[in-house]
């Protein structure tokens, strides 16, 4: 059995669209603060100094785990049922064409996400 992973970019677009989709998801996009890392459970880690959770990494849309986060709370939101429905879930987690599918999913999502904000700011 092959076991491939998908490694994080950290693109600093990747950040902007995911620190936006977190705060969207009504979930804190955690901050250090500046603090120095702390160690709990054997996992290195820092304290969020905006909610005070112990976090090892902040979300990151373009792996599996964290990208199922987001996937089923659009998939809650009727405001985004067509968008969602665009997409097929086992495309989504095909080892292939997974990777691609979820950042054109998460690309998608924030695309009309920042554009009904700013339809509300005109208004």
Do not use: Q
């Not at 100094?49 to 090892?56: A, D, P």
């Not at 849309?61 to 097929?88: I, M, Q």
């Not at 979820?102 to 208004?123: H, N, P, Q």
């Amino acid at each position: 059995m092959k076991i491939s992973f998908v490694v994080p970019t950290g693109n600093i677009v990747n950040e902007e669209r995911d620190r936006f989709l977190t705060h969207a998801m009504g979930d804190c996009w955690h901050e250090d603060g500046g603090g120095k890392p702390v160690t709990m459970f054997a996992l290195k880690g820092h304290i969020c100094s905006r909610c005070g959770l112990f976090y090892t990494v902040r979300n990151d849309f373009s792996t599996l785990e964290d990208f199922l986060k987001l996937y089923e709370w659009a998939r809650g939101e009727p405001g985004l049922a067509d968008f969602v429905a665009e997409f097929r879930a086992r495309d989504l987690v095909n080892e292939k064409r997974g990777p691609g599918a979820r950042k054109r999913f998460a690309d998608g999502l924030y695309r009309i996400l920042t554009a009904r904000g700013r339809e509300r700011e005109d208004a």
